[in-house]
């Protein structure tokens, strides 16, 4: 076993995890995020890349298919960590390390084991019904009936909600286009005029949910010509667990908000979109100093005194100085997505506006963070768009699929 077990000592010095978000989970990706960034792992861009999956919060039958067939892609050795809320910072450290000692072990068999439902390491999910049920403290939770905030819209079969007035191509793009017989399971490709009067070929392409820097549960479903959306729909897949209480929001939903906690939340929010953005436009230092600064505002979001208000301020200051400053961002973002006036720029310029008032606690409090704008814009926006200018828009929207949820 000596390149087996040298390729699986190579893999437990640096894993590569790559995070998958059912809605309402997003308190354990927060914390898979900052315990990973102190473990200086990188985040892998694709199943194929990643040797650790970690799946956050409980996904919904549909969701859990495709973390099944993301788990397929991944190479050996690997290891699947499983966090359904709520959970803890241990926690979500100790199912690390357990990630990381299943990759020292290397055992060539490890799709044929199938660990006790209480262990979060897990290390395949071979039964179907794994993904819906959770751990042991949430208990079963059956999706043969209708999901929680289900509407049914357009007499789609239970699992989802769906945007747009049209679907793409004319064709139907959830859970029976994922099981067409194209190769990927992907419709094969069609042709059609594009916007210079060519005919090419029209690929049917969804864009999520298991995609880095992507909201929780969001699918855009695109028929594309080259690089060029010309059609697109969008679909969110609820997550299976009992909590329905968007994480952002939750001081607010509680009742127990202060000037102090909201304006940390609030702040933290829009840095976690910030992130994301900041991630999509290829700018990953300062992608990473904002989800520090997110981290650090989470870490003393409680009551006690916790975390350096001052010292947020100030780093924040320096990181808003550093992205307004980019030349090359606003040249990337300026006059894409315009939505009221707005375009990309607009709004990574307004998180910024947003961050800094929420962290001055000179200036009154304020509600929720933002929900983003209806989904039912998207479609509209997207089409015609270039795929990398799909990827930013999308990231400066930064649609809170939970709050779409619970509502």
Do not use: K, N
């Not at 490890?110 to 993904?131: A, F, I, V």
């Not at 208990?139 to 239970?158: F, K, L, Q």
């Not at 979001?301 to 992205?323: M, P, S």
Request: charged share 25%.
């Amino acid at each position: 076993m000596g390149l087996t077990g040298w390729l699986a000592r190579v893999a437990a010095r640096g894993p590569r995890p790559l995070v998958v978000t059912a809605p309402f989970g997003t308190g354990a990706r927060l914390l898979v995020e900052a315990e990973t960034a102190r473990r200086g792992w990188l985040p892998a861009l694709s199943p194929a890349a990643a040797s650790v999956l970690v799946v956050c919060g409980s996904p919904g039958a549909e969701l859990a298919e495709l973390v099944r067939q993301a788990w397929a892609a991944v190479p050996r050795p690997r290891a699947l960590v499983r966090l359904p809320e709520p959970v803890g910072a241990a926690e979500v450290g100790e199912s690390l390390d357990g990630a990381v000692a299943a990759l020292g072990e290397a055992r060539h068999d490890d799709h044929d084991e199938t660990p006790p439902p209480q262990d979060r390491r897990e290390r395949g999910p071979d039964d179907p019904g794994r993904h819906e049920h959770g751990s042991r403290r949430h208990g079963s939770h059956g999706h043969g009936g209708r999901e929680p905030g289900d509407h049914r819209r357009g007499g789609r079969e239970p699992g989802g909600h769906r945007y747009g007035g049209h679907q793409p191509g004319g064709h139907e793009h959830g859970e029976h286009a994922r099981h067409m017989g194209g190769p990927g399971g992907l419709a094969m490709a069609t042709r059609g005029d594009d916007r210079d009067g060519l005919r090419l070929d029209r690929l049917h392409v969804p864009l999520g949910p298991i995609l880095p820097d992507w909201p929780a549960g969001l699918i855009v479903h695109t028929v594309m010509q080259g690089d060029v959306i010309q059609e697109a729909g969008v679909e969110i897949l609820p997550g299976g667990g009992r909590s329905a209480v968007p994480y952002w929001i939750e001081p607010w939903t509680s009742g127990a908000v202060t000037r102090r906690t909201g304006g940390r939340r609030r702040a933290a929010a829009r840095l976690d979109g910030l992130g994301r953005l900041l991630g999509v436009a290829g700018w990953p230092a300062a992608a990473a100093q904002a989800r520090r600064l997110r981290d650090d505002l989470l870490d003393g979001d409680g009551d006690g005194d916790g975390g350096d208000g001052v010292a947020a301020a100030r780093g924040f200051d320096r990181l808003d100085r550093r992205v307004r400053r980019s030349r090359i961002l606003r040249w990337m973002l300026r006059d894409v997505g315009l939505v009221d006036g707005a375009d990309v720029l607009g709004r990574m310029e307004r998180m910024l506006d947003d961050i800094g008032a929420a962290l001055d606690e000179r200036v009154p409090m304020g509600g929720p963070p933002p929900p983003g704008p209806a989904l039912d814009l998207l479609p509209g926006l997207l089409e015609g768009a270039e795929l990398a200018q799909a990827r930013l828009i999308v990231a400066s929207l930064d649609p809170d699929v939970e709050r779409v949820l619970h509502a």
